[in-house]
């Protein structure tokens, strides 16, 4: 046992043991301003050297040494093969006056964890630094390492998969290379764990160890004690748990054992002379501390004194702090603190004082411990390690300001050892990290604390990957290029720097070197995905952009293979789908997606692709969802949804967005249409004048429901009547009774109700004009339409003419007769064989009758094709057209039994069609349509008097052809938001007449508009 003990601590105690009697040589290999890379190294040169190495902190660097011997010739071998190795290896003479604290390295070290845990690009946190020895009853502080970093197994991959990281490894490792061979040994079925599978219990381990979950954690330690690589950490990993149990003794045997092989002695041996001391086995403890140096020695000598001071009672005011210690007495501990306040104030037994804080902290007792530790600050100024401890114990006491300020205030004081200075500069760095900790990197508030960081050590690692990741989280790649490039040159093993800079080169567009560093690196397999799935994206992103859908489709396909969910994958296939038409497979992505993010992109998109489909129904039923969300994006998207299927208020009562232009439209207007009609004839009898003066008031209430009320008074007028005119019964002649109606004043009420959604519904309701010579009759007009189909139910009464249109006194007779209705049906459909072109049939049958009127049947039918253009912000339609009309009868005379209206037996007009109108929802509205071409129509001879049996005659029927147009033009201006003026007119001469008639439009809105809608018909020509 002596020798291994010898044996186990000579280098430790061989430089203070030689400084008494010769002077040392050693081989000087190389210093790091890190310990970790001075370990990495340490474990490449044990494979050459068969020597001991060892680590010497030496101020802030860690210098690796090997071959320690008083005989400098005696090293000249292993010089040589250093360099023969490729190493810069050099002697170095050590005078007799240095004293060596070193870390004694055998064979391979087991890596400590990084201080930086990585968990997403930008997303880090940093685990808090060791701490330094603090003033206690038992000396150092007794906390154990971070447990090291695991690696994770690889999951199988799915039968065919391939990517990018394996195309890599075969073109650099060759077919059919093992990465690890040792995995592929047969066992012969033995039971031996992995190291993978040691490394995760060792990772479980530690973080039971830190949930203060000792015992789950010891049934890992000892899973992981099986395998070579990981046997030693998990024995200090029990024994800090036995420690935790209070199972001591048996923490004593495994720190012995750990010593014996000289495993982490810096570590290993303060907590086993900690723990003999407070077992009271002084004479074990001493057997240890002669082996160290004289300073070492004394100090811990010295904290020998102390405990027996304390436990022997030597002090009345030790002993009575330990008593109330021992039961747990707080409020004997803080009376005490007050009755000795006298000794606190002269810094007398500090420690007894540090111990309560310690015991009233752990307790809950945060101000009273606050109060002794600041206390001993103010009594013990001088007292280095004393004063180290009590800043570490009220930095878990203190908010960061203040703890950072009292720090500051440390640093300022003068004299200060030099020691003692590295110690506050730890802890001042300490600080910042634990700050930083909770600050999301793409805060300013981060970058600044790294940066006052790396004014006290500017190699800080951490802080550096702080300012990297900060630099990639503010689009600033090039200045996080250059940090993790440096980093990763320092710390070639540590992945999470790998990682920085793998992502950095990623948004720089350098993929092949990321994808190169991936395969050389031993980043673990979640993030290696997330990192491969990030190269997919980006060039699939890259070739989406160059429209070469195809390949982008294949990488993100693959990417999705590795992970089927991941979102930013599915959105970019999906969109390569959608661009492609491919509408079919687009469209259950984007319903998914949808689900999971609620996105108004996605939810505009599904909209697009129900159209593309042709399913509308699904569209409305979809957009109806969204607008009966809380989410004001979603509502702009169901909102202009609507709009663009003619459903104004609909939309404006979903969207209540001001700048929406359709704002308000859903809200009350009045509108003023004076106009002047004229149509062409015989004066007094087929002639036609209308002046009119209708008042619509409009009322929207709830969802996509609109009523209209309107009422108009018309000026009616004839011309002059001739004498005797051949109107009425003339045929029988006899004396004229009465004059002929040429002229008066009718009224017209109407009440419109409509209904938008999947299918626009209106119902209109009125009557014939009051006042007239013949009573009034109902008239309504039932509408249902979609974007490709109309049905029209309706009668309606005929305008061509005063008898006509209100009916007239026979000037002959008392008799009445006029007054006709067109009572039938109407149907059109729209058919988009290709984008942008249409085909449209439209189709009717009416039956036309009025009082003393004979009855007449009528059919009509009109086919036309064209296309639609887009210039300069306005709606073009250009086109040809066919039409054709036949009526059973001609009843176009004023005789009794007639009607007064164009009733052809032969209609036909054939030609092209234009139409121009600015879209809807604009603050000035333009429409102007025209129909121009070659005209034909024939009627047939009539009777004078359709209603008797007897024949008294007839009238001649006639022919005509030549050209026939429509005109029409209306442009509305808004003024003001509430206020919108406008006029219209239109000339048509498609009969054997012509009409001209010409308006203004006055609209008054209750509330403010940003744009307007027509108020006419949304189609773009109607023919008769």
């Known amino acids: 046992m002596k020798v291994l003990l010898v044996l186990l601590l000579t280098l430790t105690t061989s430089f203070a043991a030689l400084a008494e009697t010769q002077n040392i040589y050693t081989i000087q290999i190389a210093s790091f301003t890190d310990l970790e890379s001075a370990k990495s190294l340490a474990e490449q040169v044990s494979e050459i050297l068969p020597t001991t190495l060892s680590i010497k ?83 150092s502080k007794q906390e154990p390492p971070e447990g090291p970093g695991h690696e994770k197994l690889e999951p199988d991959k799915k039968e065919g998969q391939t990517n990018l990281l394996d195309i890599k490894k075969v073109e650099q490792q060759g077919t059919g290379s093992i990465k690890n061979p040792e995995q592929h040994l047969d066992t012969g079925g033995a039971s031996k764990p992995s190291r993978v599978d040691a490394e995760q219990n060792l990772h479980r381990g530690w973080k039971g160890y830190k949930a203060a979950k000792c015992n789950e954690a010891i049934e890992f330690f ?8 990981t046997s030693l950490e998990a024995k200090m990993g029990l024994a800090y748990c036995y420690i ?50 004289n300073r070492e020695k004394k100090e811990w000598e010295k904290k020998i004194k102390e405990r027996r001071s304390y436990r022997s009672g030597q002090s009345s005011m030790s002993r009575e702090f330990k008593k109330a210690e021992e039961s747990n007495d707080l409020s004997g501990l803080i009376n005490l603190t007050t009755k000795y306040q006298g000794r606190l104030n002269r810094c007398i037994e500090p420690g007894v004082f540090f111990k ?27 007292k280095w390690d004393l004063r180290v401890g009590v800043l570490y114990e009220l930095k878990s006491l203190l908010e960061y300001y203040e703890i950072n300020m009292l720090v500051n205030e440390e640093m300022k004081r003068d004299g200060l050892p030099n020691r003692y200075k590295q110690q506050i500069t730890e802890l001042k760095i300490n600080v910042l990290k634990e700050r930083i900790a909770g600050i999301s990197y793409g805060n300013e508030e981060a970058s600044t604390l790294a940066d006052e960081i790396l004014a006290l050590n500017p190699q800080d690692p951490d802080a550096l990957l702080v300012k990297g990741w900060h630099n990639y989280n503010t689009d600033n790649y090039e200045g996080a290029l250059e940090i993790f490039s440096k980093l990763h040159e320092a710390y070639p093993a540590n992945s999470d720097f790998t990682v920085g800079l793998i992502y950095a080169l990623i948004e720089l567009n350098e993929e092949d070197e990321a994808l ?29 952009e160059e429209e070469n859908y195809t390949e982008a489709q294949e990488l993100l396909e693959q990417a999705l293979l590795i992970d089927p969910e991941n979102q930013d994958a599915r959105t970019m296939l999906a969109w390569i789908l959608y661009n492609q038409n491919k509408f079919n497979q687009a469209l259950p992505l984007f319903l998914a997606l949808f689900e999971k993010t609620q996105d108004s992109t996605i939810a505009q998109a599904i909209l697009n692709t129900y159209e593309q489909l042709g399913k509308r129904k699904d569209a409305f039923k979809f957009s109806y969802e969204i607008a009966g969300t809380s989410d004001e994006s979603l509502k702009e998207v169901s909102g202009e949804y609507f709009a663009a299927n003619n459903m104004p208020v609909t939309a404006s009562q979903i969207n209540s967005n001001p700048q929406a232009p359709y704002h308000n439209i859903n809200k009350p207007s009045f509108e003023f249409n004076p106009l002047f009609r004229h149509k062409s004839g015989d004066s007094g009898v087929s002639e036609l004048n209308d002046l009119a003066f209708p008042v619509v008031f409009s009322y929207p209430y709830r969802l996509g429901n609109d009523i209209r ?68 009759l109902p008239t309504f007009s039932i509408d249902a339409k979609q974007n490709r189909w109309r049905l029209n139910i309706h009668q309606e009464s005929v305008e061509e003419s005063i008898l006509s249109y209100v009916g ?16 039938g049906a109407e149907g059109e459909l729209t058919l988009v064989p290709l984008p942008q072109y249409w085909f449209s049939i439209i189709g009717g049958y009416d039956y036309y009758w009025g009082n003393n009127v004979e009855g ?54 054939t030609g092209p069609i234009l139409g121009i109108a600015t879209p809807p929802y604009k603050s000035f509205w333009f429409s102007a349509q025209g129909t121009v071409g070659y005209l034909y129509y024939r009627t047939d001879d009539s009777p004078f008097l359709p209603l008797r049996n007897q024949s008294e005659g007839e009238f001649e029927g006639e022919t005509a052809s030549r050209l026939g147009f429509d005109l029409n033009i209306e442009a509305l201006k808004l003024l003001t938001p509430q206020i919108a003026l406008g006029a219209f007119g239109d000339i048509n001469r498609s009969a054997d007449f012509t009409e001209l008639s010409v308006g203004l439009t006055l609209r008054y809105y209750l509330f403010p508009r940003v744009g307007m809608v027509s108020s006419k018909s949304d189609d773009l020509w109607e023919l008769r």
Not at 531 to 539: D, S
Not at 887 to 899: C, I, P, V
Request: proline share 5%; glycine share 8%; net charge negative.
């Open 244 to 293: 935790k149990l209070n199972e001591k003794e048996q923490a004593v045997l495994i720190f012995q054992e750990l010593l014996e092989k000289q495993y982490l002695v810096e570590q290993t041996l303060p907590s086993l002379l900690n723990l003999l001391i407070e077992q009271r086995q002084y004479e074990k403890a001493n057997l240890y501390i002669s082996k160290l140096s």
């Open 856 to 909: 007449n049947n009528a059919v009509y039918g009109t086919v036309s094709a064209g296309r639609t253009f887009n210039i300069y912000e306005l709606d073009v339609s250009l086109g040809l057209f066919f039409t054709s009309e036949h009526y059973e009868r001609n009843s176009n005379f004023f005789t009794f039994g007639h009607g007064g209206y164009f009733s052809p037996d032969v209609f036909i007009m």
């Open 808 to 823: 007239l006194e026979d000037p002959y007779s008392s008799r009445e007769w006029g007054r006709v209705l067109r009572t």
């Open 516 to 544: 190169s560093l991936l395969a050389e690196s031993g980043i673990e397999n979640g993030e290696r995905q997330k990192i491969e799935i990030k190269i997919y994206l980006k060039r699939g992103n890259k070739l989406y």
């Open 356 to 382: 309560a804080g310690e015991i009233l902290n752990s307790e809950g007792k945060k101000q009273e411990a606050r109060q002794i530790y600041y206390d001993l600050l103010s009594a013990c100024r001088n």
């Open 709 to 776: 009320f309107s009422f108009a008074s018309h000026r009616l007028y004839a011309g002059d009547a001739p004498s005797s005119p051949f109107v009425g019964t003339a045929p029988d002649g006899g004396p004229q009774e009465r004059d002929l109606i040429t002229s008066l004043w009718v009224f017209t009420p109407e009440i419109n109700f409509e209904r938008e959604g999947y299918i626009n519904y209106s119902v209109e309701l009125g009557v014939t004009p009051l006042n007239g010579p013949v009573y009034p």
């Open 57 to 139: 902190k030496s101020g802030d660097k860690y210098v690796l040494r090997a071959g320690e011997s008083s005989d400098k010739e005696a090293l000249v071998p292993y010089i040589q093969s250093l360099k023969e190795a490729g190493y810069n290896a050099s002697l170095l003479y050590l005078p007799s006056t240095e004293g060596l604290t070193v870390l004694v390295i055998q064979s391979r070290v087991s890596k400590e964890p990084v201080s930086v845990e990585k968990q997403n690009p930008g997303t880090l946190k940093l685990s808090q630094a060791p701490q330094p020895a603090e003033m206690r009853e038992g000396g």
């Open 222 to 229: 000892k899973e992981a004690e099986n395998h070579p690589d």
